[in-house]
């Protein structure tokens, strides 16, 4: 008689605060059977690394959907892997949107419910110390704070506009480009988000732009407080890519960043996305 023995998933952790690397075949990633699993130790350690995996698109597509609801780009989108590259070249227009993405951010901070998590895979790095992608947990980071901070930040409301991430990188926007943005919205937030697990989590990044009930000077000074905080050492992973990686982050508990490339590098990287399952809350 044989025994099935039902297939694990190996894993060995980065660092004790975030990360970690998953070291099972592409057959035993695409069977479907390790999904949950794998789920879970996204939620325990913010991201996950396939080191050269090398999935197909075809294969990324497949993947992404033994972990939940595989989300389109946009409304209406046929299942496809999104190119991610800042040269105009590759991208066209979103090229210029994407730089706010140099600096920590969540995505999906205008949406009623953010996307679960983002799958990256590296097509083409570019040159080595440059291009790596920067995550930062902010369960943890909320975890590890003082607990009076804890309680004095308790109920404070955000204010987040993608018009606020522009600032990032043009300082003196044209006022048409600023419209623009500003036309996307403005959303209030909880700074803390309470998830349905019990745990909790830091709403900041790029988009964060005022707290409710401070003047300007306060809500700066708290909000990089806080980046700075959860970006320390101990919360962050800088993921240095090489060709065939597949990295996965829960976007509802971390922050990330790409880091400076050079735009004529080739970089290249593909996207998925699962659907979010929460509300900010
Ligand atoms: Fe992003």
């Known amino acids: 008689m044989t025994v ?13 605060m975030i990360g970690s690397r998953i070291l099972n075949s592409k057959d035993e990633l695409l069977s479907g059977d390790l999904g949950d699993e794998i789920r879970e130790l996204l939620e325990q350690n913010g991201v996950l690394v396939f080191p050269e995996i090398n999935f197909t698109d075809a294969e990324q597509i497949a993947f992404t959907k033994t972990l939940g609801t595989y989300a389109p780009e946009r409304q209406g989108d046929d299942e496809e892997v999104t190119k991610i590259s800042i040269d105009p070249k590759v991208s066209g227009p979103t090229a210029e949107y994407l730089r706010g993405s140099l600096y920590w951010h969540i995505d999906g901070t205008m949406q009623e419910v953010p996307i679960l998590a983002s799958i990256l895979a590296c097509k083409k790095p570019s040159p080595k110390g440059t291009g790596n992608t920067g995550f930062s947990n902010t369960y943890a980071a909320y975890e590890g704070l003082p607990q009076e901070e804890k309680d004095r930040i308790a109920d404070l409301k955000v204010r987040h506009g993608i018009w606020a991430s522009l600032f990032f990188y043009r300082p003196e926007p044209p006022l048409d480009m600023l419209k623009a943005m500003q036309a996307i919205g403005d959303k209030e937030l909880p700074l803390v988000w309470s998830h349905e697990s019990g745990r909790k989590s830091l709403v900041i990044g790029n988009t964060a732009h005022t707290v409710v009930g401070m003047d300007v000077m306060e809500s ?26 597949l990295v996965i982050w829960d976007n509802t508990g971390t922050m990330h960043r790409a880091e400076h490339y050079d735009v004529e590098s080739g970089r290249l990287m593909v996207r998925t996305k699962l659907q979010g399952e929460e509300p900010f809350a």
């Open 4 to 16: 099935g023995t039902k297939t694990q998933v190996k894993h060995e952790a980065i660092k004790p």
């Open 220 to 245: 700066r000074l708290l909000l990089n407080e806080l980046r700075e905080w959860a970006t320390k050492e101990d919360y962050t992973y800088t993921h240095e890519w090489t060709a065939g990686d």
